[in-house]
Each structure stands twice: as C-alpha cells, then as structure tokens.
Nanobody
C-alpha cells in the first residue's frame, strides 16, 4: 500500500517562503518520478513541478519558474517543494504525486493521468 503524506503548508504573507515535504511509504521511492500539483479555490488542479528519480532532472510550470524548487532525498523517501517569493495567487491545496515510471518525457510531466498515487494535500494560504 503506497501512502503519500504532505506537510509544511500554512498561512504566510506575500513575499515570504514555505517548504513543503512529502513522505512516501510502501514502494521503492528512488525508482519512480515525483510531481507537485496544486488546486486553488474554484479552479482545477494544475501541475507545479516534476523531478526524476535521481533528482537530476526537474521541470516547472511557467507560473512558478524561478521561485519554486523541487528536490528529493531518496534516503528519506521524501520530496520537497521550496517556495520563495510567494504570491496571493499561489494560494491552493498542494498535492504530491508519484508516477510508477523511472522517467516521464517532457510532454507527459504535467498530465495528471500519468501519476498513480496522490497525497491528501496541504493547504497554503498567501496573504497580501
């Protein structure tokens, strides 16, 4: 049974930072790629970031590029999302997801149907 557990969300003022964590249990974490997605109130869930199994290849949505950094620690079965210079439009529930594949080609990384397991999400609220 694969389980993903996010943490680190909270209320923060615009311009500040937060670091999200996602611990994965139940499978060989280092064999599979990971992603972060988010869902803002009244909107559909959207892609945020991708990382390959070794952490050497990352990708980002244009809306977060240059402000967010995805990383992973395979020894701790954990993927992170460092979020800097947060904006009110970053307010959302953030989800981590695991795809049971060693890599995803660029055209597939943002597709939610390519990810097999999802966490319950952690709320991030960015105030003015």
């Amino acid at each position: 049974q694969v389980q993903l557990m996010e943490s680190g969300g909270g209320l923060v003022q615009a311009g500040n930072s937060l670091k999200l964590s996602c611990v994965v249990s139940g499978r060989d974490f280092s064999d599979f790629v990971m992603g972060w997605f988010r869902q803002a109130p009244g909107k559909e869930r959207e892609y945020v970031a991708y990382i390959n199994r070794r952490g050497e290849d990352t990708a980002y949505a244009d809306s977060v590029k240059g402000r967010f950094t995805i990383s992973r620690d395979n020894a701790k079965n954990t993927v992170y999302l460092q979020m800097n210079n947060l904006r009110p439009e970053d307010t959302a529930v953030y989800y981590c997801a695991q795809s049971l594949t060693p890599l995803l080609l660029p055209q597939f990384r943002a597709r939610q149907d390519k990810y097999d397991y999802w966490g319950q999400g952690t709320q991030v609220i960015v105030s003015e």
